[in-house]
């Protein structure tokens, strides 16, 4: 499975980005996908997830509100919309491929051992 991000970028404060992540070498039909970010310095942190169905998501706190998750399981990909970005969001953002197949859509997994296959990340910069 190879999972490409794109979308990334250098943006102001209060803007918007949107990121995609195609996977190719499996349908993700039946898995979930999350979302995370490593700043430097700093261990990788969830952003969201949404089910394998894409009828539930869940997203950490510091982005609730502001970024929202979309799945096209015809084209294979997953997007995070991002909207009133704040400097703090810059890091390297990942996508990445539920180990479990069909996992319970009320437990989004929001651990990255939980995650089998992860993209190269992409550079989100915000600047104040």
């Known amino acids: 499975v190879q999972l490409v991000e794109s979308g990334g970028g250098l943006v102001q404060a209060g803007g918007s980005l949107r990121l995609s992540c195609a996977a190719s070498g499996r349908s993700f039909r039946n898995y979930a996908m999350g979302w995370f970010r490593q700043a430097p310095g700093k261990e990788r942190q969830f952003v969201g997830g949404?089910?394998?169905?894409?009828?539930?998501?869940y997203y950490a706190d510091s982005v609730k509100g502001r970024f929202t998750i979309s799945k096209d399981n015809a084209k294979n990909t997953v997007y995070l919309q991002m909207n009133s970005l704040k400097p703090e969001d810059t890091a390297v953002y990942y996508c990445?491929?539920?180990?479990?197949?069909?996992?319970?859509?009320?437990?989004?997994?929001?651990?990255?051992?939980?995650?089998?296959?992860w993209g190269q990340g992409t550079q989100v910069t915000v600047s104040s």
């Open positions: 990445a491929f539920d180990a479990v197949f069909s996992r319970p859509i009320s437990n989004i997994a929001t651990m990255p051992g939980e995650y089998v296959y």
């Open positions: 949404i089910s394998w169905s894409g009828y539930s998501t």
